[in-house]
């Protein structure tokens, strides 16, 4: 048998399939996620790698539209941005959230991204104990939508609080996280060497 290529939607950077995109809280994670969302839906290249023009649904779960409005507005001197749908409500992965992509995807058929900013948002209300059956679960239920419509998901997550030798240690949750997915982000600080005279 033969597949098809993944889809490009960032060429080099970002394709096709479910993805983990996790940082320390207020590292910046929604900003970059925001400025992804505006260069998807304007067709824009985004640090030189070319962008694949389409429609991005941005589940802004932990916001308000006048802080959305006004991220995009300090990021790129504009409120709104044709392409790009912003919704701060939605359902959990086991309440029919991926009935609402659905409709989503059914009125946009050119949706290259869709940004589910936060996991914790969407897991099963109610359910502290988390294992790692319960994390693959949760991504398998997003990479199953995708798989079956091409295109990207971008689930914001926390890191821990310990470092680790390898950055992927630091994803808060079990394996299963990482495991369900086709792969992971992780924004970090870096502290600059201090150099003395």
């Not at 985004?46 to 300090?74: I, M």
Request: aromatic letters at 10%.
């Amino acid at each position: 048998m033969s597949f098809p290529p993944r889809t490009s939607v960032i060429e080099g950077l970002l394709y096709s399939g479910t993805y983990l995109f996790t940082g320390s809280p207020k590292i910046g994670k929604s900003f970059f996620m925001s400025q992804l969302g505006y260069h998807i839906a304007t067709g824009k290249e985004l640090w030189g790698y070319p962008v694949r023009k389409g429609s991005v649904l941005y589940l802004a779960l932990e916001d308000d539209f006048c802080r959305l409005q006004g991220r995009l507005n300090t990021m790129f001197g504009v409120g709104t941005v044709d392409g790009l749908y912003f919704t701060t409500q939605a359902r959990t992965l086991t309440d029919g959230l991926n009935g609402q992509l659905e409709e989503f995807v059914q009125l946009h058929p050119d949706t290259r991204l869709i940004i589910v900013d936060t996991l914790q948002m969407v897991r099963e209300l109610g359910n502290e104990s988390y294992s790692y059956s319960l994390d693959y679960q949760n991504i398998t239920t997003l990479k199953t939508f995708d798989d079956e419509h091409s295109l990207a998901i971008i689930v914001v997550h926390h890191t821990g609080k310990l470092e680790a030798s390898d950055s992927f240690d630091m994803i808060s949750g079990t394996n299963g996280l990482l495991g369900a997915g086709d792969g992971a982000f992780i924004l970090q600080k870096k502290s600059a060497p201090i150099l003395l005279p």
